[in-house]
T-cell receptor
Framework: DADVTQTPRNRITKTGKRIMLECSQT?????MYWYRQDPGLGLRLIYY???????NKGEISDGYSVSRQAQAKFSLSLESAIPNQTALYFC??????????????FGPGTRLTVL | AQSVTQLGSHVSVSEGALVLLRCNYS??????LFWYVQYPNQGLQLLLK??????LVKGINGFEAEFKKSETSFHLTKPSAHMSDAAEYFC??????????FGTGTSLTVIP
């Protein structure tokens, strides 16, 4: 079984709808991240969490919110989806260690299309 | 602040030829540097990372990268390309306590 899972894997939604992307991990890691990937732009950090009570904004947090329900679960919400949020979304985890030097482990991604 | 620039969004090499993917970084503090690979329809996985130990870093699948502070570079190389190396490659930079910044990626095509 995969260590980092994301649901759904694909989602098509309409402008203005609320949508939640979920991430679960069995690696026992404290740190979790949400990125979006756009062609030609690479990966950009949306939010990250170093433990259950810690939530931090990343490079592009506007229009998104997150919830860290447990050590193993980190959800990303789009309160009112818009077309320019169409992208490939990745969840990642990393272990406790020297922050910045830790290896990140990525899920398989969720492809979101907002019409 | 940190950032990375990957020169060349698409690189094509013949099978058996040298692979060279370029990455230059900008960092106001000593950086940590990473190369990740993304195979089609998959998430990213770590190839190698530099964390201020040896400047020549060896990774998985025969890849290596050399940290050159004077050139602010961390180029990825492999002596002999294999068809299975076809993928997208991302350079990333971080610093102690900081978040990661990824480059825009380089798509590697291997020609039989």
């Amino acid at each position: 079984d995969a260590d980092v899972t994301q649901t759904p894997r694909n989602r098509i939604t309409k402008t203005g709808k609320r949508i939640m992307l979920e991430c679960s991990q069995t690696k026992g890691h404290d740190r979790m991240y949400w990125y979006r990937q756009d062609p030609g732009l690479g990966l950009r950090l949306i939010y990250y969490s170093f433990d259950v009570k810690d939530i931090n904004k990343g490079e592009i947090s506007d229009g998104y919110s997150v919830s860290r329900q447990a050590q193993a679960k980190f959800s990303l919400s789009l309160e009112s989806a818009i077309p320019n949020q169409t992208a490939l979304y990745f969840c990642a985890t990393s272990d406790r260690g020297l922050a910045g030097a830790d290896t990140q482990y990525f899920g398989p991604g969720t492809r979101l299309t907002v019409l | 602040a940190q950032s990375v620039t990957q020169l060349g969004s698409h690189v094509s090499v013949s099978e058996g030829a040298l692979v060279l993917l370029r990455c230059n970084y900008s960092s106001s503090v000593p950086p940590y540097l990473f190369w990740y690979v993304q195979y089609p329809n998959q998430g990213l996985q770590l190839l190698l990372k530099y964390t201020s130990a040896a400047t020549l870093v060896k990774g998985i699948n025969g890849f290596e990268a050399e940290f050159k502070k004077s050139e602010t570079s961390f180029h990825l190389t492999k002596p002999s390309a294999h068809m299975s190396d076809a993928a997208e490659y991302f350079c990333a930079v971080s610093a102690i306590g900081n978040q990661f910044y990824f480059g825009t990626g380089t798509s590697l095509t291997v020609i039989p």
